[in-house]
C-alpha cells in the first residue's frame, strides 16, 4: 500500500496512524497478540479524525480540496459509469488533457461526462497542465457538450481546477472567449446539465462547464472566483495572507449552499475523499441519481425556464432604506 499522506494539521492522527502501522509489522513478526491494542488505537485514530475535522477552518478545507490523493474525474468516471468511451480534441486546434470526456452511461441511460484531470504523478501533471485548461480545452467540452444535445443525452460535468491557464499562448488563441462561450452556450442547452464541483472549482476556469440545472458539492471542495493566494496578493500584496483571504471569500460547501449558490452537498468519508476513493464514488453515485432525477423528466422549455430562473436568483438581495425621519 502506497503512503498516507498528512496534512498539517493532521499531526496527530499522523503519530497515532504511524504507532498502528508499527504494532501491526511488530505482531506479523512475532508469536504475540496485540490485535486488542491495534484495535484500540484504531478507534482512537478514527474518534480523533472526527474531532479534527468537525472543526476545520476555510484554509484547511482548501487543503483538504487540493489534496494529492483526491479521487480525480477519471476515478469518478470509472466507479460511477459504465461504458465509457472518451472523445478527444476541438476540432480546432489541439487535444487538451486537462479536460477528459466522452460518452458513458449512468445507470444503463447513455450520457455525456466531461471534467477536469489535474494528474497523479509529476509527468502526469505536467501533461495535464495541473488542470488548467487553455481554450481548446474548453472548446472541447463545448464540442462534447453539442453532441449531447444533438442526441438528446443528459451532461454530467466535474470541476477540479485551481482556474484556467493564464499563459500569453492560451491569451492568444481566445481564452476569454471560450470561457464565455461556454457559459453562454450552456445557459440554453436544451438537455439537462448536473455539475459537481470535486476538488477546487476556481474562477472561470470553473464557471466554463458549470452553468447546470443541478450544481452538487462535495462536504471538502472549495467554489470561488479567485484562489485564496490570488485574492491575497490583490488586497495585501502578499500571498501570505491567504488564510485570511479564504475565510473571507466564503469559499466552503456549506457557506455556497446557505448562499443558494449550490443545490445540494455530498458528505465525504471520514477524513475526506481521498481517504477511501470507493465509498465517496457511493456517495457521490447516489447524490448525482436524485439530481438527475428532478431534471430527467423536464420538457425543454420547462428546463430552460427553471435554468434561467436559477442564474438570475444567483446575487439577489433585499434593499432596505433606513428611515429618514
Not at 126 to 136: D, H, I, L, Q, T
Request: negative net charge; glycine residues 8%.
Amino acid at each position: 500500500m502506497a503512503k498516507k499522506v498528512f496534512l498539517d494539521f493532521e499531526s496527530p492522527i499522523a503519530e497515532l496512524e504511524t504507532k498502528i502501522d508499527e504494532l501491526r509489522y511488530v505482531q506479523t513478526e512475532s508469536a504475540v497478540d496485540i490485535s486488542e491494542e491495534i484495535d484500540q488505537l484504531a478507534k482512537k485514530s478514527l474518534q480523533l479524525t472526527k474531532d479534527i475535522y468537525s472543526d476545520l477552518t476555510p484554509w484547511q478545507i482548501t487543503k483538504i480540496a487540493r489534496h494529492a490523493e483526491r479521487p480525480y474525474t477519471l476515478d469518478y468516471i470509472k466507479e460511477c459509469f459504465t461504458d465509457f468511451v472518451e472523445m478527444h480534441g476541438d476540432r480546432h486546434f489541439a487535444d487538451d488533457q486537462s479536460i477528459v470526456g466522452g460518452l458513458a452511461r449512468f445507470n444503463g441511460h447513455a450520457c455525456m461526462v466531461l471534467g477536469h484531470q489535474k494528474g497523479r504523478d509529476t509527468k502526469e501533471r505536467a501533461v495535464r497542465n495541473f488542470g488548467m485548461s487553455r481554450p481548446e480545452g474548453y472548446r472541447k467540452a463545448l464540442r462534447l457538450m453539442k453532441t449531447a444535445e444533438k442526441f438528446h443525452l443528459p451532461v454530467f460535468t466535474f470541476v477540479d481546477t485551481p482556474g484556467a491557464f493564464p499563459g500569453m499562448d492560451a491569451e492568444e488563441r481566445g481564452q476569454s472567449e471560450a470561457i464565455g462561450r461556454n457559459i453562454f452556450e450552456m445557459a440554453q442547452l436544451e438537455v439537462p446539465i448536473i455539475t459537481t464541483i470535486i476538488g477546487e472549482g476556481g474562477s472561470g476556469g470553473a464557471l466554463a462547464i458549470s452553468v447546470a440545472d443541478q450544481v452538487l458539492m462535495l462536504q471538502y471542495s472549495i467554489y470561488s472566483v479567485i484562489s485564496p493566494e490570488g485574492c491575497a496578493s490583490i488586497l495585501w500584496k502578499t500571498s501570505d495572507k491567504a488564510q485570511d483571504a479564504a475565510e473571507q471569500l466564503g469559499i466552503t460547501a456549506h457557506r455556497l449552499k446557505a448562499l443558494g449558490l449550490i443545490d445540494k452537498i455530498v458528505n465525504e468519508p471520514v477524513g475526506g475523499a481521498h481517504r477511501d476513493h470507493k465509498q465517496m464514488a457511493a456517495f457521490l453515485k447516489r447524490g448525482l441519481n436524485d439530481a438527475y432525477r428532478q431534471v430527467a423528466d423536464l420538457k425543454v422549455k420547462e428546463l430552460l425556464d427553471k435554468r434561467y430562473d436559477k442564474l438570475q436568483s444567483f446575487g439577489r438581495f433585499t434593499d432596505t432604506k433606513a428611515d429618514s425621519k
